[in-house]
């Protein structure tokens, strides 16, 4: 097809398309209606701007011309008055009415006389007296006439009087205003029609062109369409709009192709899936039948797991009821102190923390020990402890806190064969002995690695150092001495015994241990309290301070306060 | 000693004149603007002539002064009725007599004789008066010998600014016929080098009229009374004051029609 033959299509079909709309409501006819309102509307403004301007202009022109006119004319008429030339001012006065809008001029001397005067009665139409006003202000002018004579000053000689009439000038006005309003109406309608003619030839036609080809696009194929000829446009905005047009059809094509690529590839990426998947399901119905497999024996093992397990608790339960036996009766010291705490708590159900309470005569022996690692091993460690204790205290009588460390340092190593190179065992523990003297009122203290701790009435800490031994352990050497402190003991001093698990709690951000000192500082702010409720609000610190963190090790603490002096009846004495 | 009185004397002689002027009581003269020689010449805002020397030698003589104000013709007895000058010179009863109507006004003695006349080309000389239908004149000059043919509208008259314009109008033939103070034409015309033909000459067939020049006022007839005493007594000066401006060779036929005896 010729590009003429597709311009008559196009035309064609913009035409079309243009018919589909009413006339009445057509571009052109609105832009048509627009632009006539415009310029008439703009037209009549404008119009009554310029007949306010042409009626101040014409009055300005009317004075103008009466004062050129008397400018004119005022040395004849002074010398007409002067020389009181009657045929020359009635040559003057008559020149004057050389003035279409002239009614009356008169010229009168200084004496009173009038030298010459004429008077043109003028038409009078109803319309002009109406609008006389217009011009009436201006309408009489009088120039004194003055005349020197040598070089004296000019002296007053007459007068000229002149009336205009107010109706010719307003008929003047009047012609001028029609006339004008009839060019600028014919201007408003010849401008409305350029107006239009324009718009259309530029805008409205080429839009129909183009609205024509956009109803020709193929959504399947908008990228196959036949851009309309815009010869004249190229470089405007309709030029840009069809540009941007072709380009957002282009786009629209290759996103369709685009599309369609997306839409092949995802159908065998589909195929490809549906047989990974039935591979896969396959494999997974292997597995799940050697799952099912496995957790059967899983279910198999946890039961005897289950059963093991319990035949363990079972038998810690009953080493614990055991390890329960070979501790002594808590109450062993009432009534020898004025009260006494202890607190043992294994980390398990059997632990390596070991206390023994004996009175001995007068004297009164307590004794605390924690043994290597906890649990089961720590346990039996504590039954080697206890059974060695035994032999010390019945056997061979000893009664001295020093020695009683050293034979139990003896006899640990001798009974769990730690004095044969060959030993396995390589265990002990580390203990300290109180014995609180009534008759001296005083206390004997020997440790190996724990301290005492004292704390006076007044809240005054003091920790009597441990010697830094150990007791038992095939590859330590045996202490070779241990020494005794003999601590006076004043009324409502209180003591106290701890295995390392009591200070060595986890808590704190960042996390630390609690330590001893830190203990010791809290014990000593509590001074007045029992000491049933400090020890308790010391397992409730010890909660708190721990918050999640798990307890790391058995915990023993043994808390007494002598008694003041001689020992008060027994049932106050218990707590 | 000497010395003294002869300065005395001498500033004496100084200010008596000074005290005589200002006891002088002043009087303003309207006078005509034109030049109008023999008779007077009143243009540049001055006064010379006859009418001058005569006027002074009066005031002279019976201790006034007199300022003379030059006006146009037209302008002058106006001026009088209205009070602004105190007397008119040269003037005549029977100039512009409408204006007169009513007016009180007193003249002098005739002080000198005059004759308006019409003046016509050489060729012109001895036409009837019907021949003239333009007449020339000087503006503020009243056609007087003329007035009953202008009434009739057999006669335009021409008003010219002054007699060299009137004496050209009327040679060159835009007017048939001049009409002014025949004096005063002739004397123009000797001005002007025009005394030889072709020149303007008195027809005495056509209207003429002769007249006396009078001094007038409204308000000092006894000026005037002073005034005619003194060319009484002083005749022989008034003549040889004539003499001197050459009014006496004036060629003034008599006419028995003159209206003042």
Known sequence: MTPEAVEAVEARTASRASSGVSPWRSLTFKQAVLTLLVALVLGLAVGAVQLWLDWGEMRKEVRRSLDETLSLVEGSASEAVYQLHEELGRQLIDGLFALESLRRAELRDDFGQVLAEREHPMPVTGLTRDWAWLFADICRVQRPLTYAVGSEQPALVGQLSLELAPEVLVERFLRQALTDSLLGSLRALFISALVVAIFYLMITRPLLRLGAAIARVDPANPGRWQAPALPTHRRDELGLLLNHLQHLLGASQAALDERDRARAELSALARDLEVRVRERTAELEQQKDVLARAFSELETTHGELARANRLVLESIQYARRIQTAMLPDKAALDGRLAAIQVRWEPLHLVGGDWFWLEPMGERSLILIADCTGHGVPGAFITLVLASAMKEILRAEGARDPAQILLAIDRLVRARLRQDHPEAESDDGLEAAVAIWDPARRALEFAGAGIPLLCVSPEGRVETIRSARAHLGYRSLPPPEAIPVHRVAVAPGARFYLLTDGVSDHMGGTPPRLLGRRRLAEWLAGQVERSLQDQVADLQRLLDAYRGREPRRDDMTLIAFQPLPSDPPPLDSLRE | ?261
């Open chain 2, 1 to 261: 000693m000497r010395g003294l009185i002869w300065l005395g004397l001498w500033l004496c002689s100084l200010t008596a004149p000074l005290a005589e002027e200002v006891s002088l009581q002043r009087y303003v003269v309207g006078v005509e603007n034109i030049d109008y020689r023999p008779y007077h010449d009143g243009r540049n805002a001055g006064f010379e002539g006859f009418g001058r020397e005569l006027l002074d030698a009066f005031a002279a003589a019976e201790g006034l002064a007199f300022d003379y104000q030059p006006l146009p013709v037209a302008r002058l007895l106006p001026s009088l009725l209205d009070g602004r000058i105190d007397f008119k010179y040269p003037d005549d009863p029977h100039w512009q007599p409408q204006q007169r109507l009513g007016a009180v006004l007193h003249y002098s003695q005739p002080v000198v004789e005059s004759l308006d006349g019409t003046l016509v080309p050489d060729g012109a000389l001895g036409q009837p008066a019907s021949r003239i239908q333009q007449l020339g004149t000087v503006v503020g000059f009243t056609p007087v010998a003329w007035l009953d043919a202008l009434g009739e509208g057999r006669l335009m008259l021409r008003e010219n600014a002054d007699f060299t314009a009137l004496i050209r109008q009327t040679l060159i033939g835009r007017v048939d016929a001049a009409y002014a103070n025949v004096a005063v034409v002739q004397y123009q015309l000797r001005e002007l080098g025009l005394d030889s033909a072709p020149t303007l000459r008195f027809d005495p067939q056509l209207p003429h009229l002769r007249g006396d020049y009078r001094l007038s006022t409204s308000r000092h007839p006894d000026i005037l009374e002073r005034f005619d005493r003194w060319m009484l007594d002083e005749a022989e000066q008034v003549f040889a004051i004539k003499a001197r401006h050459g009014l006496p060779d004036t060629q003034i036929p008599a006419d028995p029609a003159h209206p003042f005896p």
